[in-house]
């Protein structure tokens, strides 16, 4: 089924037909998912472009990584959400030919498996290019960023394809998606059914996320420090909304996403205050530093000053000193001043 009947009755969306498919070529269907994904992609590398320049990196620099980190994140996110769902809850393969395995077409990209494969391609690109710890941490402070923008983008591919939405929710909820014709298995195909839009919650927490993380860019106190509050952000509000979802991967009894999504925030949160707290320690080691030395330098330079000057007059006592024993004596001037002498008396 390839309509999905959507409408969001709190914004006064009333209903509306979405075809999954944007346009065919031959036997060959071009799916809304597709395109936003891409868009996504290309979004998030011109970011990258556009950060890269005070960061001292070079476009190219960009463009190689962006090669290989795209290729790598997709690869990972499709094999991330295959391995977490190979068997459906009755315990049947979902998957039967290697189009099966990669059919990033229908959906199926897990976000965690692609941020870790994305994160492994830019350490071994950093590692061929020779470059420097803090240049790779400013790779993925560059990065970072532009996944949360390719994410607020891409999860409306879910709208397209109809699915990661939430759990069933009130009809007075604001924020309700009603979906009908929802997919073969569908209870009530004929009835419309209000869900929590999740993908929309998720699209919005990223983009309050890059806003804040922009305003906060350039007053960044390391290197890395953009990369830990993308992922502890993302962490944070995965970790809720997974908890909504009626898609989610399990390992067991946990939701695999809500898991990761806490562990990214927890250890994310704690590096970030460690790192800060060690950022301004030596900020302020740095200003005692100056200011004693400074003031060292003061004194000297007033010694110095003191130091010439007392020289300075000692020199000329000394000259005032040799002209007197010099000066010739005048004979007259003795006997004027003894017969000035003798007339007194």
Same mark, same amino acid.
């Given at each position: 089924m390839n309509d999905v009947i959507v409408s969001f009755p709190g914004f006064g969306i009333g209903e509306m037909t979405i075809n999954k498919v944007a346009f065919s070529i031959g036997n060959m269907d071009v799916r809304w998912y597709g395109i936003i994904i891409t868009l996504g992609i290309i979004a998030g590398v011109g970011y990258a472009m556009y950060r890269s320049k005070e960061e001292g990196l070079k476009y190219d620099d960009i463009l190689d990584y962006a090669l290989w980190v795209i290729l790598c994140a997709i690869i990972g996110a499709r094999l =991330?959400?295959?391995?977490? %769902?190979?068997?459906?809850?009755?315990?049947?393969?979902?998957?039967?030919?290697?189009?099966?395995?990669?059919?990033?077409?229908?959906?199926?990209?897990?976000? =965690?498996?692609?941020v870790i494969a994305g994160a492994a391609a830019i350490v071994v690109v950093s590692l061929v290019k020779k470059f420097k710890k803090n240049q790779v941490l400013k790779v993925f402070d560059v990065v970072?960023? +532009?996944?949360?923008l390719g994410q607020l983008i891409g999860r409306w591919g #879910?709208?397209? #394809? /109809?699915?990661?939405? /939430?759990?069933? %929710?009130?009809?007075?909820?604001? @924020?309700?998606? +009603?979906?009908?014709?929802y997919g073969a298995d569908t209870p009530y195909p004929n009835r419309t059914i209000f869900y929590h839009p999740t993908f929309l919650y998720e699209s919005l927490w990223n983009l309050l996320g890059f806003v804040l993380i922009n305003l906060l860019y350039r007053k960044k106190k390391f290197d890395g420090q953009i990369m830990l509050m993308y992922l502890a952000w993302y962490g944070f509000g995965r970790m809720l909304i997974e908890g909504l979802r009626t898609d989610s991967l399990y390992i067991g009894v946990f939701r695999v996403s809500q898991v990761v999504g806490f562990l990214c925030f927890l250890i994310c949160t704690?590096? @970030?205050?460690?790192? @800060?707290?060690?950022?301004?320690?030596?900020?302020?080691? +740095?200003?005692?530093?100056?200011?004693?030395?400074?003031?060292?330098?003061?004194t000297s330079r007033r010694r110095a000053a003191t130091e010439e000057e007392s020289g300075e007059a000692s020199l000329v006592d000394s000259v005032l000193a040799q002209e007197r024993q010099t000066e010739p004596i005048d004979p007259n001037e003795d006997q004027v001043s003894v017969a000035e002498g003798g007339e007194k008396e």
């Open positions: =991330y959400y295959v391995l977490t %769902t190979l068997k459906d809850a009755s315990g049947h393969w979902n998957y039967h030919s290697f189009i099966d395995v990669i059919a990033v077409w229908e959906g199926g990209l897990a976000i =965690y498996g692609g970072s960023p +532009g996944v949360m #879910n709208f397209f #394809n /109809g699915e990661a939405h /939430g759990v069933e %929710t009130s009809e007075r909820f604001f @924020l309700r998606m +009603g979906l009908r014709g704690i590096l @970030l205050v460690l790192f @800060l707290v060690r950022a301004q320690r030596a900020k302020k080691d +740095g200003e005692t530093y100056d200011t004693v030395y400074d003031k060292l330098r003061g």
